[in-house]
């Protein structure tokens, strides 16, 4: 099991640029997978990125080719790179970490961090 901190949340304008950090109590070296999913007013939540130990990244379709996700193993920490933002984006954001075999399994997640894109 691994507590997990999500920051850098807040405001942006649309078109903007914010980049998410999630720390964890532990060495994340040995942890398989670790991911963000997020969650918007009145909707399921869903996944956004996922990346595992041997490199392997997935994004959700809304998200490809504006957000990163990469992970420092010495700093315990995995961030999401979010470019190009749109209003579509706000939602609550949140750290996970599980396993992967052929899908991501998250089973430890964060509190959240809330991301509004907006004029």
């Known amino acids: 099991q691994v507590q997990l901190v999500e920051s850098g949340g807040g405001l942006v304008q649309p078109g903007g640029s914010l980049r998410l950090s999630c720390a964890a109590s532990r060495s994340i070296f040995t942890i398989n997978a670790m991911g963000w999913s997020r969650q918007a007013p009145g909707k399921e939540r869903e996944a956004v990125a996922s990346?595992?130990?041997?490199?392997?990244?997935n994004y959700a379709d809304s998200v490809k080719g504006r957000f990163t996700i990469s992970r420092d193993n010495a700093k315990n920490t995995v961030y999401l790179q979010m470019n190009s933002l749109k209003p579509e984006d706000t939602a609550v954001y949140y750290c996970?970490?599980?396993?992967?075999?052929?899908?991501?399994?998250?089973?430890?997640w964060g509190q959240g961090t809330q991301v509004t894109v907006s004029s």
């Open positions: 996970n970490a599980g396993t992967y075999y052929r899908h991501y399994y998250p089973t430890d």
């Open positions: 990346l595992t130990k041997g490199g392997i990244t």
